[in-house]
């Protein structure tokens, strides 16, 4: 009897605001901040935790908005014993501010993210790192980590980022993180790999991430993202709901 296959749930856990000068508009802008479940046969994986808290200065800079973790996993109808595993798409404080609270899972995540995360200035809240009951699984690429999830490193916003592929029967769905902060920077990436691979434009200006290539090479029917309600799918074939 074949197993059933995996389906994803995105999670709301809240939003801040950008301020102007990180836009790169001149304008503030709300930002969402979402993580997703993979319901496995073999358990609950949680991609990204939300929102950290304990620095006052953060705070004021960006004015989150948070949903407690356990209010945010009920109301996609998980529970919080329900998660057996945790990963990150990288260990910014609006991606891991959960994992305290998941003390005891493991927690993939690539190595260099994790050694940046613990000496790099500035770069997270050591509290939500380096906490009683933290137990990682560091990973260093490619790798899959349960049957039919794979992670795959997509440096840029972070050395260390990753998203990860899951085979669902709603066909393959990437959890992109923030490897691009919308949907639309994703599709002009993807769009000038494209023109690449076809011959038609050959501009060095037009680059474009090249972990790209491999995530198209999954033939991915959604990418979802960590601070973008919006989704990407392919320019042709069957719509997909969220």
Known sequence: MA???????????????????????????????????????????????????????????????????????????????????????????????????????????????????????????????????????????????LPDVLVIPTPGHTDGHQAIAVWSGDGTVILAGQAHNTAFDYTADQLAWRARQEGRVDDPALSYRPWIERLQQLDPSRILFAHDHAVWEPATGRLTKT
């Open 3 to 145: 197993l059933p296959m995996p389906t994803v749930r995105r999670i709301d856990f809240g939003y801040f605001v950008r301020p102007a000068e990180e836009t790169g508009t001149g304008k503030p802008r709300v930002e969402g901040v979402l993580g997703y479940v993979i319901e496995h046969s073999a358990g609950v994986l949680l991609f990204d935790t939300g929102l950290g808290e304990g620095d006052a200065e953060a705070d004021a800079h960006y004015r989150p908005v948070r949903r407690p973790l356990p209010d945010a996993l009920r109301d996609a109808g998980i529970a919080m014993a329900d998660v057996r595993w945790v990963a990150n798409c990288h260990l910014h404080f609006d991606h891991c501010g959960g994992n305290p609270d998941l003390a005891g899972r493991p927690i993939f995540v690539q190595s260099r993210e994790l050694r940046q995360a613990r000496t790099a200035m500035d770069y997270t809240l050591p509290h939500l790192i380096d906490f009683d009951g933290a137990l990682y699984r560091q990973i260093d690429g490619e790798t899959e980590i």
